[in-house]
C-alpha cells in the first residue's frame, strides 16, 4: 500500500510540467525624449511627488532619458502607477488635476483586467459556476506572491497536481480542481482577521456558497482543523508538493512583505491617516493624513506617537525615516 501511493504520487508529479517566475519589486517603463521626463516631473518635482503620493509607488528617474523605474513591494499599485504614466504620457499633458484623474481611470482599469484574469483562469481550469467575488480573488492572485512564489501559478499548480491524484484514486475531479485552486484565496482577502489564511479562506468559501467538502479541504490544508473528506489530504499533498520543489520560495522575501504590511496597517489604525506607504524597501514611511482632523501644529507630536508604536508593536532592523503629508486642496469655479 505504502508503495503504491508512492509510485501515484510520482506519477502525478510527473505529469505535471510546469515553469515559474521570480517575482520582484521594480518595474521598468520606456521614455521617449528628455522633455517628457521633464514633464512628468514637474515644477521643483511637484507632478512626481504627487504620482508618488497617490499611488504608494516611489518613482526612481536618474540621468538615463530612455527609463525610469517603479518600485513598490506591491505588484498592483506598480501596475496602477505605470498604467497611470503611460496614459500622462500618451495625452502629453502633466499635472496635478490630469495626475489625479489618471490614476483613478488606472485604478478602475487594473480592477477589470483582475477579475478578467480570474475568469480566464477558472475557464482554463474548466470551472463555470462560481461568485464573481472569488472570480476577483482568483484574479488578485496574480499579483501577489506567496514566498516568492506567485500566488496565482502556484494554485493552478496545486488544482492540477489535485485532479491528477484524485482520478487516479477514484474521487471527484471538479471538486478537486476546484479546492486546489482556492485554497490559498484567504491570503488575497481585503478582510481584517485574526485568522490565519486557511481558515480565513474556508470562511470565504462557505459565504460565497462552495461545498461542504472544498469548503473543509481550504481549511485543514494546514492542520487547523479536522479533516472530513478524502479531498482535504489530496489539497495538503499537493500543496505541500508544488510548495518544496528546490529553489521554489524564498522565505525572507515573505518575511519581508509581511513586516512592510504591518507598518502600513499599523499606521492606517490612526484616524486621522488617509493612507500608507511602506517605500524604499521599508526604510521610509509615507503617511498622507486627513487636514480636517490634524492640524500641522500636531504633525511633529503624531509622527512621535506613531515612530513609537511602530518600535513597540514590530521588530524593525535599522532606520525608518516617517514623512507625514498633509495637504489643503482648493478649487475655484467662475
Known amino acids: 500500500m505504502h508503495f503504491l501511493a508512492k509510485k501515484i504520487i510520482i506519477q502525478s508529479i510527473q505529469k505535471l510540467a510546469t515553469s515559474f517566475s521570480i517575482e520582484n519589486s521594480i518595474s521598468l517603463l520606456n521614455l521617449d525624449s528628455l522633455k517628457m521626463k521633464g514633464k512628468l516631473i514637474g515644477k521643483?518635482?511637484?507632478?512626481?511627488?504627487?504620482?508618488?503620493?497617490?499611488?504608494?509607488?516611489?518613482?526612481?528617474?536618474?540621468?538615463?532619458?530612455?527609463?525610469?523605474?517603479?518600485?513598490?513591494?506591491?505588484?498592483?499599485?506598480?501596475?496602477?502607477?505605470?498604467?497611470?504614466?503611460?496614459?500622462?504620457?500618451?495625452?502629453?499633458?502633466?499635472?496635478?488635476?490630469?495626475?489625479?484623474e489618471m490614476v483613478f481611470y488606472s485604478e478602475k482599469k487594473i480592477l477589470n483586467k483582475i477579475f478578467k484574469i480570474g475568469k480566464k483562469s477558472l475557464i482554463e481550469m474548466g470551472i463555470r459556476i462560481i461568485h464573481p467575488e472569488l472570480i476577483k480573488m482568483v484574479g488578485t492572485m496574480k499579483f501577489r506572491s506567496s514566498y516568492g512564489q506567485n500566488l496565482l501559478e502556484h494554485s493552478r499548480e496545486v488544482a492540477n497536481l489535485a485532479s491528477i491524484l484524485s482520478s487516479e484514486i477514484?474521487?471527484?475531479?471538479?471538486?478537486?480542481?476546484?479546492?486546489?485552486?482556492?485554497?490559498?484565496?484567504?491570503?488575497?482577502?481585503?478582510?481584517?482577521?485574526?485568522?490565519?489564511?486557511?481558515?480565513?479562506?474556508?470562511?470565504?468559501?462557505?459565504?460565497?456558497?462552495?461545498?461542504?467538502?472544498?469548503?473543509?479541504?481550504?481549511?485543514?490544508?494546514?492542520?487547523?482543523?479536522?479533516?472530513?473528506?478524502?479531498?482535504?489530504?489530496?489539497?495538503?499533498?499537493?500543496?505541500?508538493?508544488?510548495?518544496?520543489?528546490?529553489?521554489?520560495?524564498?522565505?525572507?522575501?515573505?518575511?519581508?512583505?509581511?513586516?512592510?504590511?504591518?507598518?502600513?496597517n499599523l499606521a492606517m489604525n490612526f484616524n486621522v491617516v488617509k493612507k500608507a506607504f511602506a517605500l524604499q524597501s521599508g526604510k521610509e514611511l509615507r503617511v498622507i493624513v486627513e487636514s480636517e482632523k490634524i492640524d500641522e501644529k500636531k504633525l511633529s507630536q503624531f509622527s512621535c506617537d506613531l515612530l513609537k508604536k511602530i518600535k513597540t508593536e514590530i521588530k524593525f532592523p535599522g532606520e525608518l525615516k516617517i514623512t507625514i503629508i498633509r495637504e489643503n486642496k482648493v478649487i475655484n469655479l467662475t
Not at 77 to 96: D, M, S, T, Y
Not at 183 to 190: L, P, Q, R, T
Open 44 to 100: 521643483n518635482g511637484e507632478n512626481l511627488r504627487f504620482l508618488e503620493n497617490l499611488t504608494g509607488v516611489e518613482i526612481i528617474i536618474d540621468e538615463n532619458p530612455e527609463y525610469i523605474l517603479l518600485s513598490s513591494f506591491n505588484p498592483i499599485r506598480r501596475e496602477i502607477a505605470k498604467l497611470a504614466i503611460v496614459q500622462l504620457i500618451f495625452h502629453g499633458r502633466i499635472n496635478p488635476s490630469r495626475i489625479e
Open 170 to 264: 477514484g474521487l471527484n475531479v471538479k471538486f478537486a480542481k476546484r479546492a486546489g485552486l482556492l485554497h490559498d484565496i484567504g491570503k488575497v482577502s481585503d478582510i481584517e482577521s485574526e485568522l490565519s489564511h486557511a481558515l480565513l479562506g474556508m470562511n470565504l468559501a462557505k459565504q460565497f456558497g462552495e461545498h461542504p467538502y472544498i469548503c473543509n479541504s481550504i481549511g485543514s490544508h494546514h492542520d487547523e482543523i479536522e479533516m472530513k473528506s478524502f479531498l482535504s489530504p489530496i489539497i495538503q499533498i499537493s500543496d505541500t508538493i508544488s510548495s518544496s520543489r528546490p529553489g521554489i520560495r524564498r522565505k525572507n522575501y515573505e518575511l519581508f512583505l509581511k513586516r512592510l504590511n504591518e507598518i502600513e
